[in-house]
Nanobody
Framework: QVQLVESGGGLVQAGGSLRLSCAAS????????MGWFRQAPGKEREFVAG????????YYADSVKGRFTISRDNAKNTVDLQMNSLKSEDTAVYYC??????????????????WGQGTQVTVSS
């Protein structure tokens, strides 16, 4: 079992940057592919970025490609999301999630077994 806790959200002006972090508990963290999702009010949860169990490959939604970077540190049991050039449309609650390794990069929320509680990101224009 994996427990996930996000941090790093907040209020930022458009064009600014934020770094989200997700801390995982459990000795099996390195076996899981990880993903970041977001959900804006009135919208469905959407895939933002994903990373394989060893960090060897990353995946991004077209809307964030070139602006966001996902990374992980298996020694520290963390996965981060560096967000640059933020836009008002990036405003959402951001969630990290863990999936079996064979679902690396999946953009389907139902492939992910474990979820954090979410952290709010608000981008003011």
């Amino acid at each position: 079992q994996v427990q996930l806790v996000e941090s790093g959200g907040g209020l930022v002006q458009a064009g600014g940057s934020l770094r989200l972090s997700c801390a995982a508990s459990g000795r099996t963290f390195s076996r899981y592919a990880m993903g970041w999702f977001r959900q804006a009010p009135g919208k469905e949860r959407e895939f933002v970025a994903g990373i394989t169990w060893n960090g060897g490959r990353t995946y991004y939604a077209d809307s964030v490609k070139g602006r966001f970077t996902i990374s992980r540190d298996n020694a520290k049991n963390t996965v981060d999301l560096q967000m640059n050039s933020l836009k008002s449309e990036d405003t959402a609650v951001y969630y990290c999630a863990a999936a079996p390794a064979y679902y690396s990069g999946s953009d389907y929320p139902n492939k992910y077994d474990y979820w954090g509680q979410g952290t709010q990101v608000t981008v003011s224009s």
